[in-house]
Antibody, heavy 121, light 108 residues
Framework: QLQLQESGPGLVKPSETLSLTCTVS??????????WDWIRQPPGKGLEWIGS???????DYNPSLKSRVTISVDTSKNQFSLKLSSVTAADTAVYYC?????????????WGQGTLVTVSS | EIVLTQSPATLSVSPGERATLSCRAS??????LAWYQQKPGQAPRLLIY???TRAAGIPARFSGSGSGTEFTLTISSLQSEDFAVYYC??????????FGQGTRLEIK
């Protein structure tokens, strides 16, 4: 059974960089069939796509966040990571990592449990 | 960017009744739409992809329909565990992947 687990600080100061890692277990991140994505959800609000990474390292980002976001993959550790720079209170959210199919099942079929990141001094 | 508009924002339905949730896209997305269920404190759960294909393990009471710009999620006979927030998501034109704002399904 595939599992995804987010890890990283739960509290980040304004103007600093938010860093999270998603560890994938029960399956390999090296697959041409999937994208590995980050999605966030501010408290009480809806879902916002942050960006995607492919096992090759190819990335796509939400244009609204593109100037501040870096997503990378480490296939040797079966992990992918998110960095969001210059954070403000508006970046306070539950951050999810998730797997999205390229073709066969193109939705998000596996999700991490989510991790709350609060931006506050 | 494709904007998805869900309606209604809140839907009140009695257990055993049918619920119909709508999702409208700002431009045609063919059948490249998924639906998710989210309960408090949990990650979303994939229900439907390709507008009408149930994901693995999803009960048959959940069905999706539509193409182009108009989509519907129908829950045929509501069970207590179905009361949650539902989101639609498009993957036709990306980046960005976009989600609707959600419909809260509550017990009447």
């Amino acid at each position: 059974q595939l599992q995804l687990q987010e890890s990283g600080p739960g509290l980040v100061k304004p103007s600093e960089t938010l860093s999270l890692t998603c560890t994938v277990s029960g399956g390999s991140i090296i697959s041409s069939n999937y994208y590995w994505d980050w999605i966030r959800q501010p408290p009480g609000k809806g879902l916002e796509w942050i960006g995607s990474v492919y096992y090759s390292g190819s990335t796509d980002y939400n244009p609204s966040l593109k100037s501040r976001v870096t997503i990378s993959v480490d296939t040797s550790k079966n992990q992918f990571s998110l960095k969001l720079s210059s954070v403000t209170a508006a970046d306070t959210a539950v951050y999810y990592c998730a797997r999205r199919g390229v073709a066969a099942v193109p939705g998000y079929d596996y999700w991490g449990q989510g991790t709350l990141v609060t931006v506050s001094s | 960017e494709i904007v998805l508009t869900q309606s209604p924002a809140t839907l009140s339905v009695s257990p055993g009744e049918r619920a119909t949730l709508s999702c409208r896209a700002s431009q045609s997305i063919s059948s490249n739409l998924a639906w998710y269920q989210q309960k408090p404190g949990q990650a979303p759960r994939l229900l439907i992809y390709g507008a009408s294909t149930r994901a693995a393990g999803i009960p048959a009471r959940f069905s999706g329909s539509g193409s182009g710009t108009e989509f519907t999620l129908t829950i045929s006979s509501l069970q207590s565990e179905d009361f949650a927030v539902y989101y639609c998501q498009q993957y036709n034109n990306w980046p960005p992947i976009t989600f609707g704002q959600g419909t809260r399904l509550e017990i009447k």
